[in-house]
C-alpha cells in the first residue's frame, strides 16, 4: 500500500467523545502483589477529570488529595478505567460504603508502594464512529490497515492545551519573562504545554520533510527546507514513512534507553521492526539533544524553559486493532492499544484521512 494512502482519502464520519461511544481502559505497569500497607483501587469513571474522581474519594475519606496516587490522567468526556492507590489502613473499611453516581469502584487489593505518575504500560481504547455510510466503510478499513502496518505521529492531543487550546501561550510568556506565576503547580503546568506546543510544532515539520520526499528528490528537498546540499543523502531510500535523519536520537521501543542514530540503514530497518524509534525534543533542562542535520530543523523548536527536558517519540505504532461495522446503525466501532502518553486522536487524524498538523491538534 503507498504510504501516502490515508492523506488522498478523506473520510466524513461522526465521534463526538462520550461514556457511550469513548471507552479507556487503563493497563497496569506491573502486577499488584496482593499484600502490603497500601490500597489498589480499580475505579470506572465517567463525565469527570481523574483529579474530580480524586477530589470526591478524597473528601467522602476525609483524606488530601495528594495522598491518593494515580499513574495518568483520563479523559472526561468518556467512560474510563483506572487504578489509584491511598494507605489501607482506616480507608479500606471506609472505602466499601463509597458511593458517587458517576464513580465505581470495580475491586481492590493491596501492594506494597504507591502508585505513581508512569506507573502503567499503556491504555486500551474503544471507540464508535457515527453515520459511516456506504464506501466510507471500505475506506476506513483500508486506512486502519496502513495505521496498523506503519503507525501514527506521536502528538500530544488537545486536551493538552485546555479548554480553548491557547494556555501554551501564557507558557510561552513564563519561559520569556513577560508572564509571573506564583503559584508553582499552576506555572509547572503552562510550560508543560508550551513544551508539548514546541513538540508539536517539530513533529509537524518533520513529517512535513516526510511528505516532501515521497514526492520529490533529496535535492529538491534540501532546497526547500535550506538545508545543506548532501544533507539529507540516504534519508528517501528509507522504507518507512517517518524519515530518520542523521543526528537523530532513538529511543528502544516501547520504553528503554535514548541512543545516537549510527547507521540510517540499519536503524530504520530496525524501525521498520519496533524495535526502536526516533525522539523528539520537549525542551529544557538536562535533557539531550540531537546533533547534525536533525539539529538543524530541531533547534527552531528549543526554547529555554525552567523545566527538566526529555526526550519523548516522535512515532507510535499502534496494537490489537479490531474493528466491526454494524450496517443497520451505520456505526464503526473499533479497539486497540496505545503505549503511554500517547492519543486516540493521533489516530482518528489519520482516519479521517490526514496527518495532524500543530494546529489542528492544537484547536481542534
Known amino acids: 500500500m503507498n504510504l501516502l494512502y490515508p492523506l488522498n482519502v478523506k473520510n466524513k464520519f461522526v465521534f463526538n467523545p462520550s461514556p457511550r461511544d469513548f471507552i479507556v481502559d487503563e493497563i497496569p505497569l506491573y502486577e499488584f502483589s496482593g499484600k502490603g500497607e497500601h490500597l489498589v483501587v480499580h475505579i470506572r469513571k465517567k463525565d469527570m ?36 492507590s491511598l494507605l489501607a489502613k482506616g480507608n479500606e473499611e471506609r472505602l466499601k460504603t463509597f458511593k458517587h453516581d458517576k464513580i465505581k469502584i470495580l475491586g481492590t487489593q493491596r501492594h506494597n508502594n504507591k502508585i505513581r505518575v508512569g506507573h502503567l504500560k499503556g491504555n486500551h481504547f474503544k471507540i464508535r464512529l457515527k453515520k459511516v455510510l456506504g464506501i ?43 508572564l509571573k506565576m506564583r503559584n508553582r503547580k ?42 545543506p546540499e548532501g544533507s539529507l543523502k540516504g534519508t528517501k531510500e528509507q522504507k518507512q514513512f517517518f524519515k530518520l535523519l542523521k543526528g537523530d536520537l532513538m529511543m528502544h521501543y516501547p520504553y528503554g534507553r535514548v541512543f545516537e542514530l549510527e547507521s540510517l540503514v540499519e536503524e530504520s530497518k530496525r524501525f521498520v521492526e519496533r524495535d526502536i524509534a526516533p525522539t523528539g525534543l520537549l525542551s529544557g533542562k538536562r535533557v539531550s ?52 502518553g500517547s492519543y486516540a486522536t493521533n489516530v482518528l487524524d489519520i482516519l479521517r484521512g490526514g496527518y495532524a498538523t500543530t494546529s489542528s491538534v492544537v484547536t481542534s
Open 49 to 84: 477529570t481523574t483529579w474530580e474522581m480524586i477530589g470526591a474519594i478524597a473528601r467522602y475519606l476525609g483524606i488530601k488529595n495528594r495522598d491518593i496516587g494515580y499513574a495518568g490522567l483520563k479523559d472526561k468526556n468518556a467512560m474510563t478505567m483506572q487504578y489509584i
Open 136 to 178: 466510507q466503510r471500505d475506506k476506513l478499513d483500508s486506512v486502519l490497515k496502513w495505521i496498523k502496518e506503519h503507525g501514527v505521529p506521536n502528538y500530544f492531543g488537545n486536551q493538552r492545551f485546555g479548554t480553548d487550546g491557547n494556555n501554551w501561550e501564557d507558557g510561552r510568556a513564563i519561559a520569556k519573562g513577560t
Open 186 to 227: 499552576t506555572k509547572s503546568f503552562l510550560l508543560n504545554a508550551y513544551q508539548s506546543y514546541l513538540f508539536n510544532s517539530w513533529l509537524s515539520k518533520r513529517i512535513e520533510l516526510s511528505l516532501l520526499l515521497q514526492e520529490f528528490s533529496e535535492g529538491d528537498a534540501e532546497k526547500i527546507f535550506d538545508l
Open 289 to 340: 539533544r540531537v546533533t547534525s542535520i536533525a539539529r538543524e530543523l530541531e533547534k527552531n523548536y528549543d526554547e529555554e524553559i525552567g523545566e527538566n527536558g526529555a526526550r519523548r517519540y516522535a512515532w507510535i505504532f499502534v496494537e490489537s486493532i479490531k474493528s466491526t461495522y454494524v450496517a443497520e446503525k451505520a456505526q464503526y466501532e473499533l479497539s486497540f492499544y496505545l503505549p503511554k
